[in-house]
């Protein structure tokens, strides 16, 4: 019986193939995966936000500045205000959240960098353009930050192999903050950095109640990896999200 279910199943999928029958609904496309990911995603809130001691579900209006708020139950909760860090921001745009960091942690060996086009988003999203939301590069006179100009796609690899280590406890913990928008560049920053994490690295989002951008992509970086975490924080509806890494999951 199973196996003659498979066999329609199967039979049905290749003529719908073959005939190109779909084509004629290519239009729904991108509505149907956001319907899709707006299931997982309200899945995702439930599940978590019973859990998380700093969540400010539900509110009727967001407010941008709440993300500071966040920030700073994690510099105190997590003691990342006087240890060393290494910080990686990926959309620096103006550098607010970078500086907030930046002036936030005192330790003479924490190391910050900032990584951008500074030209703009590459793709679009949303409502904006290709191009929008450029920036010139920050100021910053402190010698602990650095800038990398350039595609992630770019420029990310050859900084991790020049600058960090993937053996367990010989780096200081990482704080990673996603401000990329895009799924194409959220996914590609955490697979990337994925050989990297040591279990207690913090990873924060800036949009991940976006549902077919950061929340798909973090959804499939974690599946795919097998990646355990903790959800730690969450403000503006989830719309900024703090997760903790604990490692790869235990065969089960």
Known sequence: MRNMKYKIIALVKDFLLYSRLLLLF????????????????????????ARIAYNDFYLGKRDYNRREQLFEYLAVKEHLADTAIQYLEFGVMSGNSFNWWLDRNSHPDSRFWGFDTFEGLPEKWLFFKPGAMAASMPAVQDQRAGFIKGLFQHTLLPFLKANLNTAAGAAPRKVIHMDADLFSSTVFVLTAMAPYLQPGDMILFDEFNVPNHEYAAWELFTSTYYIAYEVLGAVNNFYQVAVKYKGVKAEQ
């Open 26 to 49: 290519g239009w729904a496309q991108h509505m149907l995966r956001f319907a899709a990911n707006l299931i997982g995603l309200s899945k995702w809130v439930q599940r978590h936000s």
